[in-house]
Nanobody, 130 residues
Framework: QVQVTESGGGLVQPGGSLKLSCAAS????????????IGWFRQAPGKEREFVAA????????KYADSVKGRFAISRDLGKNTMYLQMNSLNPDDTAVYYC???????????????????WGQGTQVTVSS
């Protein structure tokens, strides 16, 4: 099992930026984290949770939802257990609880599916408002 913790949420004005962090840990993960995959999802009030972005922990692949493409980017600390979601040009539609999830393999064309991920964090609130 992998413990997943998100952080970095908060209140930001439209047009602003935030950087979310996702820290993962666990015995198996710590010894082989470059083989894992990460997904970011979000859930706005009254809506279903939706896919935002996914990437391999080793940086080899990424995928983004159309709604965030060009504005959001996944990055990482080399050799560390933390991945990031840099969010730029935020707008009120981006307001949601953001979740980080960790999985064990990259399935081409399927990483938008929640079932590809095994362990989830508790979420961090992002509010975009003036």
């Amino acid at each position: 099992q992998v413990q997943v913790t998100e952080s970095g949420g908060g209140l930001v004005q439209p047009g602003g930026s935030l950087k979310l962090s996702c820290a993962a840990s666990g015995r198996t993960f710590n010894s082989n984290f470059n083989s894992y995959v990460i997904g970011w999802f979000r859930q706005a009030p009254g809506k279903e949770r939706e896919f935002v972005a996914a990437g391999r922990w080793n940086g080899a692949s990424t995928k983004y939802a159309d709604s965030v493409k060009g504005r959001f980017a996944i990055s990482r600390d080399l050799g560390k257990n933390t991945m990031y979601l840099q969010m730029n040009s935020l707008n009120p539609d981006d307001t949601a609880v953001y979740y980080c999830a960790v999985g064990t393999r990259w399935v081409a064309g399927r990483m938008f599916q929640e079932r590809q991920y095994d362990d989830w964090g508790q979420g961090t609130q992002v509010t975009v408002s003036s």
